[in-house]
T-cell receptor, first 112, second 113 residues
Framework: DQQVKQNSPSLSVQEGRISILNCDYT??????FLWYKKYPAEGPTFLIS?????DKNEDGRFTVFLNKSAKHLSLHIVPSQPGDSAVYFC???????????FGSGTQLTVLP | KAGVTQTPRYLIKTRGQQVTLSCSPI?????VSWYQQTPGQGLQFLFE???????NKGNFPGRFSGRQFSNSRSEMNVSTLELGDSALYLC????????????FGPGTRLTVT
């Protein structure tokens, strides 16, 4: 039973354009959401997070949107750069529990 | 500030053996969590420690255990290794507080033959 789903295994985007990565969740108790980027043979790198009391959080080129009624979040990267090519994971947690539940990841390829 | 460090980075073990992995969190971070990443199951939560106490445990058999020391460093142990335990084991640290932003180490790649 996947509580966090990333339905697109891969995404290709032209350099300079917007990348939109999507994530859906089923557990309505999730109240904190995060995005990580991962290169092969490395640990995930924290990118940006959002609390369930907000619907948007922005940090430089990265913006996360949360739609609680649809149980959906998305990560926008503008403009996309070749160095952004990596696997992106969304993750969620509940209350004070530190356990992160991860999606299966989306491989983003930014074409020069 | 130094990031999360994990040792060893690579390990090859034989079925039936046991293994101990080590994690040093970011200075000032007192919560340490462990995750297993495999191609089939993705990233899965193993357990979390804070103040030398296990606070939360994922759905893994009792062969997987861990501990945390007074300096927040943590170890995880896997006994009676099985082929299916081959994975990347990741440690993450975080401050104890409202924001659950966890910072990951590079991982230990365990291969069981």
């Amino acid at each position: 039973d996947q509580q966090v789903k990333q339905n697109s295994p891969s995404l290709s985007v032209q350099e300079g354009r917007i990348s939109i990565l999507n994530c859906d969740y089923t557990n309505s108790m999730f109240d904190y959401f995060l995005w990580y980027k991962k290169y092969p043979a490395e640990g995930p790198t924290f990118l940006i997070s959002i609390s369930s009391i907000k619907d948007k959080n922005e940090d430089g080129r990265f913006t996360v949107f949360l739609n609680k009624s649809a149980k959906h979040l998305s990560l926008h990267i503008v403009p996309s750069q070749p160095g952004d090519s990596a696997v992106y994971f969304c993750a969620a947690s509940t209350g004070s529990a530190r356990q992160l539940t991860f999606g299966s990841g989306t491989q983003l390829t930014v074409l020069p | 500030k130094a990031g999360v460090t994990q040792t060893p980075r690579y390990l090859i073990k034989t079925r039936g053996q046991q293994v101990t992995l080590s994690c040093s969190p970011i200075s000032g971070h007192r919560s340490v969590s462990w995750y297993q990443q495999t191609p089939g199951q993705g990233l899965q939560f193993l357990f979390e420690y804070f103040s030398e106490t296990q606070r939360n445990k994922g759905n893994f058999p009792g062969r997987f255990s861990g501990r945390q020391f007074s300096n927040s460093r943590s170890e995880m142990n896997v006994s009676t290794l099985e082929l299916g335990d081959s994975a990347l084991y990741l440690c993450a640290s975080s401050r104890w507080g409202a924001k659950n932003e966890q910072y990951f180490g590079p991982g230990t790649r365990l291969t069981v033959t």
